[in-house]
């Protein structure tokens, strides 16, 4: 059984940044390809950042040079720091860990608004 658990979101102005973490509970989450989605009301989840085993990294087109996704195996963590938020970047963000099976994030929320 796979725990991700999402911290960070927020209330930013447009232009700010936030940096959001997953902390995972599981065994060899170095072996996890891991990625971030996003879900905005009323819209399909789509995939924002995913970072591989080797440590690739891939981007939505919406969020290059904006928001950097990242790991540290020695905590379990991924992140994903995002700068010069839009209010198009607002969004309920998830977190999810692949292997064998997919396992996702109770979510957390981030609000990009002035």
């Known amino acids: 059984q796979v725990q991700l658990t999402e911290s960070g979101g927020g209330l930013v102005q447009p232009g700010g940044s936030l940096r959001l973490s997953c902390a995972a509970s599981?065994?060899?989450?170095?072996?996890?390809?891991m990625r971030w989605y996003r879900q905005a009301p009323g819209t399909q989840r789509e995939l924002v950042a995913r970072?591989?085993?080797?440590?690739?990294?891939n981007y939505a087109d919406s969020v290059k040079g904006r928001f950097t996704i990242s790991r540290d195996n020695t905590k379990s963590t991924i992140y994903l720091q995002m700068n010069n938020l839009k209010p198009e970047d607002t969004a309920v963000y998830y977190c999810?860990?692949?292997?064998?099976?997919?396992?996702w994030g109770q979510g957390t929320q981030v609000t990009v608004s002035s």
């Open positions: 599981v065994s060899f989450f170095s072996l996890y390809d």
């Open positions: 970072i591989t085993i080797t440590g690739n990294t």
């Open positions: 999810m860990a692949a292997r064998m099976e997919d396992y």
